[in-house]
């Protein structure tokens, strides 16, 4: 069964920075797309960033590019999100997800889905 677990969420205050992990149960990491993405109470969940299965090819959402970073930990069987500078407005739920085609940003494109992590960015 394949499952996927975040962590790494939860309260910072605006500029800070938070780094989210995805790890994997029953499965490599590597022979998948990656994505991050988000759901904020009463809107639609939303593509973040995702990370293609070599790690070469990587992309974000136009809200969060040069403050976020996508990246494997291969040694860990990881996918991490590193968040720089927070806004309130990226409070929402986190989820990573895979799958086996190439990465994209559309959630619907993805089957397999973590139960997501909470961030909160306030002061």
């Known amino acids: 069964q394949l499952q996927l677990v975040e962590s790494g969420g939860g309260l910072v205050q605006p500029g800070g920075s938070l780094r989210l992990s995805c790890a994997a149960s029953?499965?490599?990491?590597?022979?998948?797309?990656i994505g991050w993405f988000r759901q904020a109470p009463g809107k639609e969940r939303e593509g973040v960033a995702c990370i293609s299965r070599s790690g070469g090819n990587t992309k974000y959402a136009d809200s969060v590019k040069g403050r976020f970073t996508i990246s494997r930990d291969t040694a860990k069987n990881t996918v991490n999100l590193q968040m720089n500078s927070l806004k309130p407005e990226d409070t929402a739920v986190y989820y990573c997800?895979?799958?086996?085609?190439?990465?994209?940003?559309?959630?619907?494109?993805?089957?397999?889905w973590g139960q997501g992590t909470q961030v909160t960015v306030s002061s």
């Open positions: 029953g499965f490599t990491l590597d022979y998948y797309a």
């Open positions: 997800a895979a799958r086996t085609a190439n990465w994209d940003l559309d959630p619907s494109k993805y089957f397999y």
